[in-house]
């Protein structure tokens, strides 16, 4: 029964961690997975191999013990490296290339457990014909997820249920599952094939996010599951032995896994990390030794042995994570760098805009023709949709969730603005996003002015309201009619916007405390008017119109076209079309609509 509760944690472990990768991203790194996978599990087992035939122990137990030992754990590592912010780093894609080498090399050796303890293999004849029809329903599966996936998650995010969403991805694994198993697979694999496929579409974040928070129950109950295994009387009776072959395990693995790092061109520090990071024992070996067990390949002396060395490796791998960092960057500093691939360096300084409405899209424009590196958070799927074909760094979530923010980089971001609509979730967005990132810059859209105190108080640093930015510039165009001069308006809505809104805010503000347009250039009108063609102003200069003699009226600018010309001079000829900007009093202007027309002629 503890067994049962082991393989199910290994196999919600799995579906997670296929989440944290795609088919891209395996493709993109498909030589250091085969090539670095392929070198460490080979060199591993065979090491191990060749010292358990010089010990005496019979071919199939140190076949198992090889591929047991070979292996790493997966959960182990990942979250060593995401803790850090490493999986991007060079030890970080070769140990995940490792990694998921091994996790797929658990398959063929599953079907070739049975093979070791001594039953019949299958007729020559049949073998080609098992592949074959193995292979096709392998191809028909990835052909329908591939395709079927992203529409059943992309209709689940159009109904905007968090839960109906989480469902769909659970739902999703389950059938996997299922359908790995009764093809004679390992249901640890259908779950990590499952998180795989949803890693490859747009909704692999908001994906991941809602799965996170089970994933440390996961871990938890796999690792209490190996705990009960455990037999404390087998590990008090035999110190020395459990001892040395725990040591041994760490000898054995180290080396190969460096090989296979330098192999790959790595440096000093990278090819150190991923030695000793690779030093313990995995979670799959843990489902070989219970099967080895089960078929009597092992027997229960060997299958505690081996238990309590892979656990008290498990334990000490933290510890040799840390120490790898430490000797990898001393041996990189005393050690000349002969090639080797820089890090690259992670997005950060960039801004985040959540929400890809018209604000949203606006900003992202600007940004762009700036050179501001930026990230889109949005939670409309067929928007995600869309813009990810065309290529715009966008991703589908809600960014509520610190998941989706941490996958947008907001840990690192120096701007974050939100243009969404719904005011509740504006300011879980703010609260989530200042629990991420203390130092992040916030600033927040809203609509209405009851909201600003509010979303001030989450933490946001910048609240916009549109209900006082239209007010704002109504003000400006008012006090424009009544010729206020144009710097006394500037300061007057720089107060305005410097306190917060607060002179808007006060019913009852006193007198004197805004801009005083009483007795300002009453006398005084500014008028724009088009010259018509039938005007008898056309082709005429400004000298000859007698708009000053006649009406009292001072040209300002003409326009024409996209040109403008201020303060024109008297040789100045007006054309039809031409747009006139003049200056007087209303009486005397009264009449000078007449002469642009050219009513007045007839």
């Given at each position: 029964?503890?067994?049962?509760?082991?393989?199910?944690?290994?196999?919600?472990?799995?579906?997670?961690?296929?989440?944290?990768?795609?088919?891209?991203?395996?493709?993109?790194?498909?030589?250091?997975?085969?090539?670095?996978?392929?070198?460490?599990l080979l060199l591993t087992a065979g090491a191990v191999v060749a010292v358990a035939l010089l010990l005496g122990l019979p071919f199939s137990v140190a076949a198992v013990f090889g591929v047991m030992i070979a292996l790493s754990s997966?959960?182990?590592?990942?979250?060593?490296?995401?803790?850090?912010?490493?999986?991007?780093?060079?030890?970080?894609?070769?140990?995940?290339?490792?990694?998921?080498?091994?996790?797929?090399?658990?398959?063929?050796?599953?079907?070739?457990?049975?093979?070791?303890?001594?039953?019949?293999?299958?007729?020559?004849?049949?073998?080609?014909?098992?592949?074959?029809?193995?292979?096709?329903?392998?191809?028909?599966?990835?052909?329908?997820?591939?395709?079927?996936?992203?529409?059943?998650?992309?209709?689940?995010?159009?109904?905007?249920?968090?839960?109906?969403?989480?469902?769909?991805?659970?739902?999703?694994?389950?059938?996997?599952?299922?359908?790995?198993?009764?093809?004679?697979?390992?249901?640890?694999?259908?779950?990590?094939?499952?998180?795989?496929?949803?890693?490859?579409?747009?909704?692999?974040?908001?994906?991941?996010?809602?799965?996170?928070?089970?994933?440390?129950?996961?871990?938890?109950?796999?690792?209490?599951?190996?705990?009960?295994?455990?037999?404390?009387?087998?590990?008090?009776?035999?110190?020395?032995?459990?001892?040395?072959?725990?040591?041994?395990?760490?000898?054995?693995?180290?080396?190969?896994?460096?090989?296979?790092?330098?192999?790959?061109?790595?440096?000093?520090?990278?090819?150190?990390?991923?030695?000793?990071?690779?030093?313990?024992?995995?979670?799959?070996?843990?489902?070989?030794?219970?099967?080895?067990?089960?078929?009597?390949?092992?027997?229960?002396?060997?299958?505690?042995?081996?238990?309590?060395?892979?656990?008290?490796?498990?334990?000490?791998?933290?510890?040799?994570?840390?120490?790898?960092?430490?000797?990898?960057?001393?041996?990189?500093?005393?050690?000349?760098?002969?090639?080797?691939?820089?890090?690259?360096?992670?997005?950060?300084?960039?801004?985040?805009?959540?929400?890809?409405?018209?604000?949203?899209?606006?900003?992202?424009?600007?940004?762009?023709?700036?050179?501001?590196?930026?990230?889109?958070?949005?939670?409309?799927?067929?928007?995600?949709?869309?813009?990810?074909?065309?290529?715009?760094?966008?991703?589908?979530?809600?960014?509520?969730?610190?998941?989706?923010?941490?996958?947008?980089?907001?840990?690192?971001?120096?701007?974050?603005?939100?243009?969404?609509?719904?005011?509740?979730?504006?300011?879980?967005?703010?609260?989530?996003?200042?629990?991420?990132?203390?130092?992040?810059?916030?600033?927040?859209?809203?609509?209405?002015?009851?909201?600003?105190?509010?979303?001030?108080?989450?933490?946001?640093?910048?609240?916009?309201?549109?209900?006082?930015?239209?007010?704002?510039?109504?003000?400006?165009?008012?006090?424009?009619?009544?010729?206020?001069?144009?710097?006394?308006?500037?300061?007057?809505?720089?107060?305005?916007?410097?306190?917060?809104?607060?002179?808007?805010?006060?019913?009852?503000?006193?007198?004197?405390?805004?801009?005083?347009?009483?007795?300002?250039?009453?006398?005084?009108?500014?008028?724009?008017?088009?010259?018509?063609?039938?005007?008898?102003?056309?082709?005429?200069?400004?000298?000859?119109?007698?708009?000053?003699?006649?009406?009292?009226?001072?040209?300002?600018?003409?326009?024409?076209?996209?040109?403008?010309?201020?303060?024109?001079?008297?040789?100045?000829?007006?054309?039809?079309?031409?747009?006139?900007?003049?200056?007087?009093?209303?009486?005397?202007?009264?009449?000078?609509?007449?002469?642009?027309?050219?009513?007045?002629?007839?």
């Amino acid at each position: 029964m503890i067994g049962r509760y082991a393989e199910l944690g290994v196999i919600l472990l799995l579906f997670t961690i296929g989440l944290e990768i795609s088919f891209r991203e395996l493709l993109t790194a498909r030589r250091m997975l085969v090539l670095g996978g392929a070198l460490q599990l080979l060199l591993t087992a065979g090491a191990v191999v060749a010292v358990a035939l010089l010990l005496g122990l019979p071919f199939s137990v140190a076949a198992v013990f090889g591929v047991m030992i070979a292996l790493s754990s997966t959960t182990i590592v990942m979250s060593a490296l995401g803790e850090r912010g490493e999986t991007g780093s060079p030890h970080g894609r070769f140990l995940l290339s490792v990694l998921i080498f091994q996790d797929l090399a658990v398959v063929p050796v599953m079907l070739l457990l049975p093979l070791l303890a001594g039953e019949a293999p299958p007729a020559l004849g049949e073998i080609p014909l098992r592949l074959i029809e193995g292979g096709v329903v392998l191809v028909a599966i990835l052909v329908s997820l591939r395709w079927g996936v992203p529409a059943l998650l992309y209709h689940a995010a159009r109904v905007k249920s968090s839960e109906v969403f989480l469902f769909s991805v659970v739902g999703i694994c389950v059938l996997t599952v299922y359908i790995s198993g009764a093809l004679g697979l390992s249901f640890a694999f259908g779950a990590f094939l499952a998180g795989l496929l949803i890693a490859d579409s747009e909704f692999r974040h908001e994906a991941l996010t809602l799965v996170l928070p089970f994933r440390d129950i996961f871990a938890g109950l796999f690792f209490v599951s190996i705990g009960m295994l455990l037999q404390t009387e087998y590990l008090l009776a035999q110190p020395l032995l459990v001892g040395g072959l725990t040591l041994g395990i760490v000898v054995v693995k180290t080396l190969p896994g460096m090989l296979s790092a330098r192999a790959l061109g790595l440096s000093v520090r990278p090819v150190v990390i991923g030695g000793l990071s690779l030093a313990h024992v995995g979670e799959f070996s843990f489902v070989i030794a219970t099967t080895a067990l089960t078929l009597g390949v092992l027997s229960a002396g060997a299958y505690q042995l081996f238990l309590n060395a892979a656990v008290l490796s498990m334990a000490a791998a933290p510890f040799l994570i840390q120490l790898s960092r430490v000797l990898g960057n001393r041996l990189a500093a005393a050690v000349p760098q002969r090639g080797g691939e820089p890090e690259p360096p992670p997005l950060a300084d960039h801004l985040v805009i959540v929400g890809y409405g018209l604000s949203g899209r606006k900003l992202a424009r600007i940004a762009r023709e700036s050179g501001i590196a930026y990230t889109v958070i949005e939670a409309n799927p067929e928007t995600v949709r869309h813009e990810l074909a065309a290529g715009e760094p966008i991703l589908f979530g809600d960014a509520a969730h610190a998941g989706v923010l941490r996958s947008a980089g907001v840990d690192r971001a120096r701007l974050l603005v939100c243009v969404i609509s719904d005011p509740g979730a504006v300011e879980r967005v703010v609260r989530a996003a200042r629990a991420v990132n203390p130092d992040l810059f916030i600033a927040v859209r809203v609509r209405y002015a009851g909201e600003v105190e509010k979303l001030l108080g989450s933490g946001a640093d910048e609240v916009i309201a549109e209900e006082f930015e239209a007010l704002i510039e109504l003000v400006v165009r008012v006090l424009s009619v009544y010729v206020v001069p144009f710097n006394e308006i500037e300061g007057y809505v720089d107060r305005v916007r410097a306190g917060g809104y607060a002179m808007f805010r006060s019913l009852r503000a006193p007198a004197g405390a805004g801009v005083d347009a009483k007795g300002r250039l009453y006398d005084l009108d500014i008028r724009t008017y088009r010259v018509a063609p039938a005007s008898p102003l056309a082709g005429l200069r400004l000298e000859e119109s007698g708009l000053r003699d006649r009406f009292g009226a001072t040209v300002l600018a003409v326009r024409r076209g996209d040109a403008t010309v201020t303060n024109p001079p008297g040789d100045q000829v007006l054309l039809p079309g031409d747009v006139v900007v003049l200056i007087g009093s209303p009486s005397e202007l009264s009449g000078v609509g007449a002469r642009f027309s050219g009513a007045d002629e007839k």
